[in-house]
């Protein structure tokens, strides 16, 4: 038989950190800080219902096990006898919390529900016990509040008329009260006032809900179980769920725990906290907390709230008193407390206290979230002091995580010249831009027609995900730095600002004003540099982040790079490009597109030379034509060889289809006539002949090469050259020749015939003996795959293009995936987008089959990936595992798959030695090709082949 309840409280548990999945992460780590021996906390008792229990709640029809109920009543026992207090008792009433947790934690997506066991009974003994009555009747309106909301409402499925929720309407009543009599704070009310509120808010709740509240403790208590268990299904949770991809099936457990009470006056207090400085990661204890206060007031920012100590204080809260000067002894053993917790988590905590008449309890306490900053930097600091070691180090960062040092920040330029509009609290670094929207709805209407938006909020719920995941960009007026906003805002890294008082929403939700006088309307453009919590009116220009001047992501990824195996190169295509990437970390350039000279900036006469070579009707035109252009391709190639400088370079060969470069324009056609000495209608009829039903499948890649010859022949010439020339003047070149969109072995023997022959007509031009080059091709045509091990005969390295292979493997038109993907990703047909994350069931087994085949013929064959996926950590970690020797991504992504490359290694080691450390002596790579796998080409290669110039890599061999 199952055990359903685990108890805790009294030095003593039944559970620990390590059950998560069945007491989730909020009742596994109370039972830790309770029972654990090195920590023995002091944590109001409670028990655990299991998440065994929600699970079957939902097979059996919403209804418990049998032996729920009296489980249940023996824990509670237990917890009555600890506290000396009885649930229901109507002199000394126990009251309790009804508090949800799932494996992972999911920041206010369950409601948690307070002072349960209150009634207008129990009251009088809760009033007798404290005697402090006012304390007692604000406990039992939270409770009606918390109770209509969480169990009567939301749980039960009501659908707030108007949008208008009962809580909602219950806070309206207050603040009428706080306003006729001119309060400020809640703290203000008296305790008649409060008592009034009490009765008026029952009377609401029945008219507005149609059933009274339950005054009955038991149906409280069990109402409230429900509740928690039915709120895993709420709207709010399910979208979290999806953003997060957290599994539907693992369910939640409910800790019933004793209130204690931090609104029994100015000697009591709640707050929140982190060991170090979840924004910046600093090692210091950071925190927030309130007065006289309960639960989630501290969160939800109706009140300004306090900071702990010096090191927590923000431009908001710097004039108010700190937790270490008004309650130093307090403060201390909250020190000493939280210094113990992450010693023995090994891991920055993020806690939940509460202070009764001076008496400190924890709450809660759990690994706290982090910005990607703050991730990198206790990483490093922990490892540095010991705590951790360097594998835990490197996995402590998520790869994605790295995006936001490299995030873009706000032009400093632009921004040193413009006055911010307003200020509030960093939470969320970074800059970012966006059109002002007011809710979360217009954030994903907007976002979903292009648009990009910041969202701006008093504050937000848990019911504003959806819109703040579609959003640039969070500004809240309200809130602190562990408000809804600033947790969610860290757990996606987005730029994010809360408690931005200087702007005031206006009544009809489309705009806002500034104390500055600024005035910002739906739709109008805002910047925001979220590092430094400044709001800026307009469009501002973003930067680049330049993570080579931070000292501790350097460190960190030096930890990364002393342990990885698999290399990182980058796809760039100009010198530009390729120094950031070096910046980066890359390691050479593993995808080089040629055609990229013919679009943008200055390829104005090369991209007409194309045209013209491209309309040629005879061979002596054409080659006419190229002889004009290889110059251009050439110092095109050669300056971003020479910005390698030495590093490895795939270079791939003519790719798209012809006649996506056929000039549209009427000048444009007439000028290429008059060039060609031809009449319109002639030029017309070649530019018809070149247009296909298909083109991604038609008369490109190597194709083009097949018909004709002398364009491979003048890149493979611009290569070698552009190679050649750098060497003579003392450089180092190491080009790899990639064919592409090829299906079969002899495509490769027939283009290497004229590689093999350009090659020996350069080398004598040049009066060189050699030119270190490898000669290679994609593998993105499943036919490529499945007959790798021919394809090694003559291919001397592998790149595996997966946006092809992906778009053929499945036969999905990556331009027309628009239409039908996001339905197949919404109705969970696909889990993930196959473009975005490499498909590991089916291509994946054909990149396996083409490794191992490939291999099988030329043992150490060079395998890559240059598709989008290089850059995806998932896709770096899956061709860690296959062997492949490198990934690459475009620059900005290369941190990351190194990091994800370190991880992979970690996770399932691999032979070969840290490909870092080989970079880290030797910035140059040296000419890539091996011996045997050169011999091996040069005897298996068909005979016309063989006659050719001997295979370039042994001599690169022979070069060290
Ligand atoms: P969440 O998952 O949203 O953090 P919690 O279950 O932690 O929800 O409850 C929210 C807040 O309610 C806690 O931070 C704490 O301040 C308060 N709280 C919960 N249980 C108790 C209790 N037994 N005594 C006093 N306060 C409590
Ligand atoms: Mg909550
Ligand atoms: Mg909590």
Redesign the pocket.
Known sequence: MSKYVYSFGGGKADGNESMKNLLGG?GANLAEMAGHAALRLPVPPGFTITTEVCTYYYEHDKSYPPKLKADVDKALVTVEKLMGKKFGDPKRPLLVSV?SGARRSMPGMMD?VLNVGLNDVTIEGLIADTNNPRFAYDAYRRLIMMYSDVVMEKAAGIEPKDGKGIRKILDERLEAVKKARGYKSDTDLTTDELKQLVVDFKRTVKDVLGTPFPEEPQDQLWGGIGAVFMSWNGKRAVEYRRIEKIPDDWGTAVTVQSMVFGNMGDDSATGVAFTRNPGNGDEHFYGEYLVNAQGEDVVAGIRDVAPINENSKNAQSAHLPTLEATMPAIYKQLYDIQGRLEKHYKDMQDI?FTIEKNKLFM??CRVGKRNGTAAVKMAVDMHKSKLIDAHTAIKRVAPNQLVELLLPMLDPKAESATKAIAKGLPAGPGGAKGRAVFTSEDAVKWAEKGQKVVLVREETSPEDVDGMHKSQAILTSKGGMTSHAALVARGWGKCCIVGCSDIEIGSDRKSFRTKSGAFVREGDWITLNGTRGLVYLGNMPLVDADPSKNETFREFMKLVDQNRTLGVRTNADSPKDTKKAIEFGAEGIGLFRTEHMFYGEGSDKPLFLLRKMIMSKTLTERKAALAELAPYVKADIKATMEALEGRPITIRLLDPPLHEFVPHAQDKLEALGRELNVDMAELKKRAEGLSENNPMLGHRGVRLGITYPEITEMQVRAILEAAGELIKDGKKASPEIMVPVTCAVSELVEQKVIVDRVYGEVCAKLGLKEIPYMYGTMIEIPRAALTANRMAEVAEFFSYGTNDLTQMGFGFSRDDIGTFLPDYLEKKVLKDDPFQTIDQEAMGELIKIGVERGRATRPKLKIGICGEHGGDADSVKFCHRVGMDYVSCSPFRVPISRLAAAQAQIETPRGAKPAAKKAAKKPAAKPAAKKPAAKKAAKKAPAKKAKGKKPAAKKAKSKK
């Open positions: 909020k508090r948690t939940e709450l809660q």
